[in-house]
């Protein structure tokens, strides 16, 4: 695990959640976010049954054009 600087800690305080952070060789960006947070929305996508199929179903799309 890594741990945060005090002033790494009061720029996430201060920014709220989630925090961008950038990598330092500029290749990627990360979103920090509560550890309650990360819970919450695990629990939503390990769960697949709950999700209605009909989210997935297009047979009404007509495209413009």
Do not use: C, H, N, W
Not at 9 to 16: E, S
Not at 33 to 57: G, N, T, V
């Amino acid at each position: 695990m890594v741990e945060l600087s005090d002033q790494q800690r009061q720029a996430l305080v201060q920014a709220g959640t989630p925090l961008e952070v950038a990598d330092p060789t500029g290749s990627q960006v990360y979103y920090l976010i509560s550890a309650e947070e990360y819970q919450r929305l695990r629990s939503l996508l390990e769960k697949p049954e709950d999700i209605d199929p009909s989210y997935f179903e297009f047979t009404d799309f007509k495209p413009a054009g």
